[in-house]
């Protein structure tokens, strides 16, 4: 799977919106973007995914650029409960595995 | 929704025993199961896919010998660490896929183990 880039860590305030980068400059055409998180000491959890067009799910929206390099997970209103490490990963058409790179570790400010 | 549940959540163990960890899907059906291992301050790396029914493959530099995976239901894959050494104390996570390939995926609360 082509590898992504994003920040070690970010901070945010509690009730603001939250947009966490991705970079994928060598996304191909049928790698599926995917955001997992995972809150301290428990598995991950599927937060959304995207392959063009930009999707919105209850947890979260996902905005994928135009030329699919770059995606930003929004939360829209933070909580002490997002605090959570952030995975954006690429999974191309027909893989069945998850390879999970370092994330972005997001702390939220009360 | 999906729920994947994963028994111990912990567990301790002297070197040289062996340890079994359970993974159920609880509401659904799931052919085929990841097993991860996530070391203090990592990211998780996959350890094997467990498919019902037959072998689990496992990834490159994974002791097959020594993480036994039995995947003898649709709802149950077991990771059986073998020989525990301390080296092996981590935070095992699995996970199933709930539809197609292509599903996400839904994970288990993890097993934290520690080998003393």
């Known amino acids: 799977d082509a590898k992504t880039t994003q920040p070690n860590s970010m901070e945010s305030n509690e009730e603001e919106p939250v947009h966490l980068p991705c970079n994928h400059s060598?996304?191909?055409?049928?790698?599926?973007i995917h955001w997992y998180r995972q809150l301290p000491s428990q598995g991950p959890e599927y937060v959304i995914h995207g392959l063009t067009s930009n999707v919105n799910n209850r947890m979260a929206s996902l905005a994928i650029a135009e030329d699919r390099k770059s995606s930003t997970l929004i939360l829209h209103r933070a909580t002490l409960r997002d605090a959570a490490v952030y995975y954006c990963i690429l999974r191309f058409f027909g893989n069945e595995k998850l390879t999970f790179g370092t994330g972005t570790r997001l702390t939220i400010i009360p | 929704g999906a729920v994947v549940s994963q028994h111990p959540s912990r567990v301790i163990c002297k070197s040289g025993t062996s340890v079994k960890i359970e993974c159920r899907s609880l509401?659904?059906?799931?052919?085929?199961m990841f097993w991860y291992r996530q070391f203090p301050k990592q990211s998780l790396m996959l350890m094997a896919t467990?498919?019902?029914?037959?072998?689990?493959?496992?990834e490159q530099g994974v002791e097959k010998d020594k993480f036994l995976i039995n995947h003898a239901s649709l709802t149950l894959s077991t990771l059986t660490v073998t020989s525990a050494h301390p080296e092996d104390s981590s935070f095992y996570i699995c996970s199933a896929r709930l539809g197609q390939i292509n599903s996400p995926l839904h994970f288990g609360n993890g097993t934290r183990l520690t080998v003393t």
């Open positions: 509401d659904f059906q799931a052919t085929t």
């Open positions: 060598t996304i191909s055409g049928t790698d599926y």
């Open positions: 467990s498919n019902e029914g037959s072998k689990a493959t496992y």
